[in-house]
């Protein structure tokens, strides 16, 4: 006696449909299904995250050797300048 019975729970869904909008509550469900599915796989996805942090630091590596070789080239063009 003291549950919802499905009645409750129809009204309830009718008076939010009125004033949200369909559109409104069909974006909302989108938006919450996506961010549902990037958790799990975010969660999911243990070891190619231990991966990727390789892959980060070795572009980290080429990135610096790139900035040192500008640097050097800009020197270079410094001294031809002078």
């Known amino acids: ?3 919802i019975s499905i009645w ?3 009204i309830i869904a009718l008076i939010i449909v009125l004033l949200f909008g ?3 509550l069909r974006s909302l ?3 919450l299904g996506s961010a549902v ?3 799990k796989k975010a969660i999911s996805d243990d070891e190619p995250a231990a991966k990727k942090e390789a892959d980060a630091d070795f572009e980290q590596k080429k990135l610096a050797d790139e900035q040192q070789g500008e640097q050097a080239q800009k020197s270079q063009k410094d001294k031809e300048q002078v």
């Open 29 to 31: 469900g989108g938006d």
């Open 1 to 3: 006696m003291g549950g």
């Open 22 to 24: 369909t559109k409104k």
């Open 8 to 10: 409750q729970l129809l």
């Open 37 to 39: 599915k990037g958790f």
